[in-house]
């Protein structure tokens, strides 16, 4: 099967690149309430402008605000060795000085989850769970509970800080980032995370015996921001109150520069966009049959408050969102799609489906995982696609320092944007839907 026009032109483009890098390389970082924050959402109002998009516009986002501090840990017993290290997000902090405690060491969040209350007091405990590498992202979502519920549990048995092995899968000494869930604890411990070789190295003098470690962590929390969830529309003509939603998050973690998390995704969206926009010209048409529109949402990093508020702000018109999509998983590949929807639509699925094969793409029959920042729709009932890409190499930079502009490659990006492209036009421009998600399908909120 020959490629369409639209996978052909995507082919032939790196604007999808370019955007990525330009996100991550003007602006940087851009934690939820940031300075960065506000020079993205400024970005972003520019870039859709420069690309031709309509009806650009924000709507604001109520956040919370999180600012990491000093971080330092390091091995003080039975040898002096410093590791590398970083807050969690919601961290609480220690004292000024630090705490210099004896390492417990813990092995799995169900572990830590049975031990008696007070059975690690005055102690630090360090979880130690190694992240296995998958192409799919399994392997994040099988540890990646340690670091969410692991800080409470920690509290619950009297630790004094708590510091996990880094939710990634690079060897270095590059510690990820990532939210704890003490957003709404009151005085909230301390809780870190060790780059993957210092773990090693902790876990390795742990098996000689007793080791002290003293910790600090001074991070702030603020009072709520402002931000905002950036939107703006390739206007359909026939039928355009419908609405095909692509969306990425615009916000990214500290430490780094956030170009695969998420100004990828960023890049991914407004490209398939600006493609479909491009191809409709060409052929003498002012636009698809319905609207593309494009939502970059806020602060998906620290409380997912750009989604809720979206699906708030547009809880009467949900009904003509007729597919959500989200860009999240970065810069590589995409390997297979995958729809959750409307069993009758299974069809269509495949139509849309088989239009892919150039690109190397493959259908799946199960499920789509709808992204964070769309699951809020799709548990309302909007229908889901889901462009699998090769997360293999994902783990490795993901909420680290090392996210910058080098790791994005443009011809991966590339054949992600015209799968995005392809799938959008042919919901948008086509004359049947994709139903709604079943009721039994859709999680509570």
């Not at 091995?75 to 002096?80: K, R």
């Not at 957003?183 to 993957?196: C, E």
């Not at 191809?279 to 636009?287: D, F, I, P, S």
Request: aromatic share 4%.
């Amino acid at each position: 099967m020959l490629p369409s026009a639209l996978i052909t032109a995507a082919l032939q483009s790196h604007k999808a690149h370019d955007i990525a890098a330009s996100l991550a390389d003007e602006v940087g970082p851009r934690l939820a309430g940031s300075a960065g924050d506000k020079a993205a959402v400024a970005w972003a109002e520019r870039t859709m402008r420069e690309l031709g998009f309509a009806n650009v516009h924000t709507e604001p986002v109520t956040v919370p605000v999180w600012r990491r501090g000093v971080e330092t840990a390091e091995i003080t017993q039975p040898s002096h060795q410093p590791l590398a290290v970083t807050a969690l997000g919601w961290s609480g902090a220690t004292p000024k000085d630090g705490i210099t405690a004896e390492v417990m060491e813990v092995a799995s969040l169900d572990a830590l989850t049975k031990l008696p209350k007070d059975s690690a007091k005055g102690k630090i405990i360090f979880a130690n769970i190694v992240m296995p590498r998958t192409d799919d992202g399994r392997g994040y979502g099988a540890t990646v509970g340690i670091r969410m519920a692991g800080p409470l549990a920690a509290m619950k048995a009297g630790a004094a800080a708590f510091v996990i092995r880094s939710v990634g899968t690079a060897s270095d000494r590059f510690p990820h980032a990532g939210s704890a869930m003490l957003k709404d604890v009151a005085a909230p411990i301390a809780a870190g995370a060790l780059a993957t070789t210092d773990a090693d190295l902790l876990h390795a003098t742990l098996a000689r015996g007793p080791v002290k470690m003293k910790l600090v962590l001074l991070p702030e929390r603020g009072k709520d921001a402002q931000s905002a969830n950036v939107v703006g529309e390739v206007m359909g003509t026939t039928k355009k109150d419908e609405v095909v939603l692509l969306g990425a998050h615009l916000d990214s973690w500290d430490l780094g520069r956030g170009a695969i998390d998420d100004g990828a995704g960023c890049g991914i969206v407004l490209e398939a966009a600006r493609l479909i926009a491009e191809h409709v010209r060409a052929a003498g048409r002012a636009g698809p049959a319905r609207t593309v529109r494009v939502v970059l949402f806020a602060a998906e990093e620290n409380s997912v408050a750009g989604a809720k508020a979206y699906a708030t702000a547009h809880a009467a018109d949900v009904a003509k969102i007729v597919l959500a999509m989200e860009a999240d998983s970065g810069t590589d590949r995409a390997r297979l799609v995958k729809l959750l929807g409307d069993p009758a639509a299974a069809g269509a699925f495949r139509d849309i489906a088989h239009a892919l094969e150039p690109l190397g793409i493959v259908r799946d029959d199960g499920d789509a995982r709808p992204g964070t920042d769309i699951s809020p729709l799709v548990n309302a009932g909007v229908p889901s696609i889901e462009v699998r890409q090769d997360a293999s190499r994902y783990f490795d930079v993901h909420h680290t320092a090392n996210d910058t502009s080098d790791k994005l490659d443009a011809a991966s990006l590339s054949q992600v944007a015209a799968a995005f492209a392809e799938i959008a036009f042919r919901v948008a421009d086509g004359d049947g839907d994709l139903g709604r998600v079943p009721e039994s399908k859709r999680k509570p909120e």
